[in-house]
């Protein structure tokens, strides 16, 4: 197999392949100035690398909160709602599946017109709503009808912007 299938199956970069050939981690010819690297050689060395290395945390990527509008208030109860706007650039790999430009623009435009709530105070009724989760701590006034955006993208948002947010 090529470097690239090898960093593909072994999940590290083409450059980490080279160096394992380089080095004889890996058994691997060089023909033609490729790297032709054997299938069980690497088997081998994937497996002896899952067995030293730890589990990897996932990272979660940082949202560019700069392009929404964030505002909170508490109510007389206490509880502090916060309501996030204009969220559709966080979710340009969602728009870009639309194929249609004028779909894709519809898309953007019932997005910012809908909102995000965070709330800081749980409440179990709203776990009878399909557009809420965690006992109403996310919610959205989106309830869907756009080609590849659910109501359960929208709320796995929310969740990504209230973990920054406590962060």
């Not at 508490?74 to 509880?79: H, I, L, S, V």
């Not at 869907?144 to 969740?159: E, R």
Request: charged share 25%; glycine share 6%.
């Amino acid at each position: 197999m090529n470097t690239t299938t090898a960093a593909i199956q072994a999940h590290v970069t083409v450059a980490t392949i080279r160096t394992w050939c380089r080095n004889g981690i890996i058994a691997a010819t060089k023909t033609a100035g490729r790297w032709i690297i054997s299938a069980a050689s690497l088997a081998h060395r994937i497996a002896i690398g899952a067995m030293k290395r730890p589990a990897r945390q996932e990272t979660r990527p940082v949202l560019d909160l700069t392009a929404v509008t964030i505002k909170s208030r508490t109510r007389p109860t206490g509880e502090t709602i916060t309501r996030v706007s204009g969220y559709s650039a966080l979710l340009t790999d969602k728009l870009n599946a639309i194929a249609d430009a004028g779909d894709r623009a519809h898309a953007r435009e019932v997005l910012n017109r809908t909102d995000i709530i965070l709330s800081d105070t749980p409440d179990p009724e709203w776990d009878k709503e399909f557009y809420a989760r965690h006992a109403g701590l996310s919610r959205t006034t989106y309830r869907g009808g756009l080609p590849t955006i659910t109501i359960a993208d929208v709320l796995d948002l929310a969740d990504e912007i209230r973990a920054q947010l406590s962060a």
